[in-house]
């Protein structure tokens, strides 16, 4: 990540999201917050997402002007320019609200920051940032407000960085003015233990671990996008998820996101979290020789399928093996046809996906150095009757796939036997 200059004194990144800026009361809210950090002698940036429900519309609308007519990179660059468009009108609107407060304040686009990324419209990635002034705008104590989601290409396109851009941005920007600090202010006060509507026992934890935090986000977590932590993790940025509903000056601690290092006393277990967006894919009497997983995991990731879980294991009938594997139910239904319409290529007698399944995990740094998670998750589930499907583990989480039905019982119950429960 290019930095824009030397790092001269206390700057900060504050990054509200959609339901933060969801009308012109709720932007005003947020003025007030800015307003209020401002006075305290911080040089901000604030990132932006489109208000509530604006980015939804503006899909509708693309996809409606383009029909079935225009599709693939002749639909997805000026698809680009439609939906960023809502994260201009936001920042436009914040800046307005800052100046009316009698604070100095400007809006900047993607393409003013040279915030430059790569050609994959819809999905870009971050490359860099040219000099655009911005350091000196944010030093000079202007407020520079910054439509988040969105960058340049080489090529002077308009692009985007998928849903949930608008952290990355922030993160991103915090990077490259070497910021204090990357507060994240969303509808909840920090990251909690487990989801508190269904354990309401969960705790708001005071720091987590760059590594938990990635784990959390791709697990089910939705309180941060997982590109904006791995590259917080990257670049060593120190992000605080807070509620950008509480009032100026209010207590509003959240959660600090950082390195393992900062966190002196380290769980063994620090989250729970579960995803229903599951499907298990099953081949039954695959041929069992060298080659046949690469064609078909290869070819899984050519249509763009994400496979996560995977188990092998022996069929009743000589050299073949039936093979399970997890995706998100959008994705089963595209991987079921192309498995299907390649059957006889790979070698396998029959398929079925099931979608009535849940994954759940436990999460925790302090696994490192712990024994006995395995067996006091298992003993757990066990106790409320619930059967485990598939597993899977890394390091810092073990993940297993139940019965759709069972969910809450189990995240309950595990929140429970790790000793997560407030009070």
Request: charged content about 25%; hydrophobic content about 40%.
């Amino acid at each position: 990540m290019g930095k824009l200059g030397s790092k001269a004194m206390r700057r900060t990144v504050l990054k509200f999201g959609g339901t933060s800026v969801a009308d012109l009361e709720r932007i005003a809210h947020v003025a007030d917050i800015v307003a209020w950090r401002a006075e305290r002698g911080e040089n901000l940036a604030v990132i932006v997402s489109a208000m509530a429900g604006e980015t939804n519309k503006l899909v509708g609308y693309a996809r409606g002007a383009a029909g079935d007519a225009v599709t693939g990179s002749n639909f997805d660059d000026e698809y680009d320019v439609v939906v960023s468009s809502g994260e201009q009108v936001t920042s436009g609107l914040l800046a307005l609200a800052l100046r009316k407060r009698g604070l100095k304040a400007r809006s900047w686009l993607g393409w003013q920051l040279a915030m430059k990324t790569s050609s994959a419209h819809g999905s870009a990635r971050i490359m860099g940032f040219e000099d655009s002034g911005l350091q000196d705008s944010v030093d000079s104590g202007e407020i520079a407000v910054i439509a988040g989601f969105q960058g340049v290409t080489d090529e002077g396109r308009v692009s985007t960085l998928g849903r949930g851009g608008s952290d990355t941005s922030a993160v991103a920007v915090a990077a490259a003015l070497e910021a204090d600090s990357c507060d994240i202010y969303t509808d909840v006060d920090g990251v909690y233990t487990t989801d508190p509507r269904i354990v309401p026992q969960a705790r708001r934890l005071d720091k987590i671990s760059y590594e938990e935090m990635l784990e959390m986000a791709s697990l089910g977590a939705k309180v941060l996008q997982t590109r904006s932590v791995e590259l917080a993790m990257n670049h060593q940025v120190r992000v605080r998820v807070l509620s950008s509903f509480a009032e100026p000056g209010e207590t509003n601690q959240g959660t600090y996101v950082c390195s393992e290092d900062e966190i002196v006393e380290k769980q063994v277990v620090n989250g729970v979290t579960y995803s229903r967006d599951e499907a298990k894919v099953t081949l039954y009497g695959v041929e069992d020789k060298p080659g046949v997983s690469a064609r078909i995991f290869s070819m899984l990731a050519e249509a763009g399928v994400n496979v996560d879980m995977i188990v092998q294991a022996n069929a009743r009938g000589p050299e073949r093996a039936n093979m399970v594997f997890t995706c998100t139910s959008a994705d089963s239904t595209k991987a079921e046809q192309l498995l299907l319409n390649h059957k006889a290529d790979i070698g396998f007698e029959n398929l079925s996906v099931s979608r009535d399944v849940a994954k759940v995990s436990v999460i925790g740094v302090g696994m490192k150095s712990h024994t006995g998670v395995a067996g006091t998750m298992f003993n757990a589930l066990y106790k409320k009757g619930i059967n485990i499907d598939v597993i899977s583990t890394s390091e810092i989480k073990i993940s297993v796939l139940i019965d759709a039905a069972y969910t809450e019982l189990a995240v309950r119950a595990l929140h429970t036997a790790f000793g997560l429960d407030d009070g």
